[in-house]
């Protein structure tokens, strides 16, 4: 039987760094595990909620008033000869790179560098670089928490979107595992653009500090003047008529403002960035003024892409 702890502060287990404790908190590395944890849960009544890499995610300042399950399952099993790798959600999408360059499968180089686990990555479909986790996905196994039976579903039925899918549309589907479909690829050379990602990445996000990601999702623009005004400054085509929201943040000369600890990127408008002793207030008075500035200049209304946790 698995841990259940009390009073566990969130606050290290995200990449925000921000957060207050949770009222129980465990750990789980199987679906046998987390149905235990649902049950739990049930019995006391609690509302429940499923930690990753904590990437993605703002943690209120008071914690969060049930259970964290953090899953924990990380078996990975690579099959070079087939061409594919079987991981668990809990297994850091980092891991999953690295195992397939090193083992000369090729697909998830866009992924190099992004935080969190395959979980979350699955949940919300990452994507960078003209690649996202819909391209890549064989099958995902997801407890159904409404009957409590394991599910598997096939690549159309994840519905896959921009940054979403059904895991994200139906919370009580909780992804547990997954098939992902690779390419031969030569070893050297994967890891060679893995790098080149990484250092791109490096060059253009803000290093050191702590934060979320992206915090707003790129907006659908049908102002068409304004997106030939993006395309005219950043020689880049609008795709599918998304304005990438850092760049309208910039227009707004935001970039270095602050409340409290939390501030707007030096480097890259759309990270919003703990920069010392932020709290989850901060953080959401903050966005709160991007998207009013955004609303009044643009007309446009921004959506956090940020998990909010006891709120």
Same mark, same amino acid.
């Not at 079987?86 to 891991?95: D, F, R, S, Y």
């Not at 395959?118 to 159904?144: C, T, Y």
């Not at 890891?191 to 992206?214: V, Y």
């Not at 998304?242 to 910039?250: M, N, T």
């Given at each position: ?23 129980? $908190?465990? /750990? !789980? ?11 739990? @849960? *049930? =019995?006391?009544? %609690? ?36 061409? $594919?790798? /079987? !991981? ?11 195992? @397939? *360059? =090193?083992?000369? %499968? ?97 060059s253009s996000q803000p290093q050191g500090s702590p934060s979320a990601g992206s915090f ?87 959506e956090s892409e940020v998990r909010l946790v006891g709120f």
């Amino acid at each position: 039987m698995f841990n259940v702890q009390k009073n566990i502060i969130l606050a290290p287990l995200t990449s925000f760094n921000i957060g207050g404790p949770a009222k129980y $908190f465990v /750990e !789980t590395k199987s679906a046998t595990d987390i149905c235990e944890a649902l049950e739990f @849960a *049930a =019995e006391k009544k %609690l509302d429940y909620f499923i930690l990753g890499g904590g990437s993605n995610v703002l943690v209120s300042d008071k914690g969060f008033d049930g259970l964290v399950i953090k899953i924990k399952s990380e078996n990975i099993n690579v099959n070079k000869e087939e061409q $594919f790798i /079987e !991981t668990e959600a809990g297994l850091n999408l980092a891991t999953l790179v690295k195992e @397939a *360059a =090193e083992n000369g %499968l090729s697909g998830l180089e866009w992924a190099a560098g992004i935080p969190g686990t395959v979980g979350g990555a699955l949940r919300g479909n990452a994507r960078a670089f003209g690649g996202d986790m819909a391209s890549v996905v064989e099958n995902v196994v997801a407890l159904d928490t409404k009957d409590m039976q394991i599910k598997t579903f096939s690549n159309s039925q994840c519905e896959f979107s921009y940054w979403g899918s059904i895991f994200k549309k139906d919370p009580n589907l909780i992804v547990v595992a997954a098939k992902i479909k690779m390419q031969a690829g030569n070893k050297e050379k994967i890891m060679q653009k893995n790098r080149e990602i990484i250092n791109k990445r490096i060059s253009s996000q803000p290093q050191g500090s702590p934060s979320a990601g992206s915090f707003f999702l790129n907006p659908v623009v049908d102002n068409e003047k304004l997106r030939k005004e993006f395309e005219t400054d950043t020689g880049t085509k609008c795709q599918e008529n998304k304005i990438p929201a850092g760049w309208l943040i910039d227009q707004i000369g935001l970039r270095g403002k602050k409340i409290g600890g939390a501030m707007i990127s030096e480097k890259h408008g759309n990270f919003l960035v703990n920069a010392g002793g932020a709290t989850a207030e901060d953080v959401i008075m903050l966005s709160s003024l991007v998207k009013e500035n955004i609303r009044q200049k643009f007309n446009i209304q921004l959506e956090s892409e940020v998990r909010l946790v006891g709120f």
